[in-house]
């Protein structure tokens, strides 16, 4: 090899070196993408720190009583909401557990007692308290919350009428359904 081809190679290798380290600042320059003041995301439902260390945040109140919600609650609407929680659950009569309980029956059935699943030991102590709609609202709302040390990872539904549509919608998977409570 003469060094006439050397040259050659040596400074096609070169330029593209400076065409590629060229392109690179040019990309910086015109995609230029401010640093955030505080790096990370923040996740709706994680616990908030307070002063005395971390602390779940409490449920907002509904400014419509639970029965009054429900009484204009849509099923149909609820069944799309439920689309999410089918990740993990089933709601078909007989139906299989999956990561979560079968809900065929949640209204009105006790705490912790779906026969085949592994319940924490913080559900299964509630074992004598049935799912009422305002126990499940509350659970809805914040799990963790509701429910301290629950395996339920999910961060909860903050919308009222999100609660309320899921609320009808797992009323209807039962042979008797529960009736609302009042307005």
């Not at 616990?47 to 639970?66: F, I, Q, R, Y």
Request: aromatic residues 8%; hydrophobic residues 40%.
């Amino acid at each position: 090899m003469d060094s006439f081809e050397f040259n050659k190679i040596a400074g096609a290798v070169l330029g593209t070196a400076l065409v590629v380290f060229g392109l690179s600042e040019l990309s910086k320059i015109i995609y230029h993408v401010e640093k955030p003041e505080k790096q990370g995301y923040a996740i709706e439902g994680a616990e908030a720190e307070t002063a005395g260390g971390t602390e779940a945040e409490a449920p907002a109140e509904p400014a419509e009583s639970l029965g009054t919600l429900l009484a204009s609650a849509d099923a149909t609407k609820g069944q799309a909401v439920f689309k999410a929680c089918a990740a993990c659950h089933d709601g078909s009569k007989g139906g299989p557990n999956k990561v979560g309980p079968n809900l065929w029956g949640i209204v009105g059935r006790n705490h912790g007692i779906h026969e085949g699943f592994a319940y924490s030991e913080a559900m299964a102590a509630l074992k004598d308290k049935p799912w009422t709609y305002e126990a499940l609202n509350a659970f809805l709302t914040s799990p963790k919350t509701a429910v301290p040390g629950t395996k339920m990872g999910y961060g909860g539904l903050k919308k009222d009428a999100d609660r309320a549509n899921l609320l009808a919608y797992l009323a209807t998977l039962s042979d008797s359904p529960v009736p609302f409570p009042a307005p």
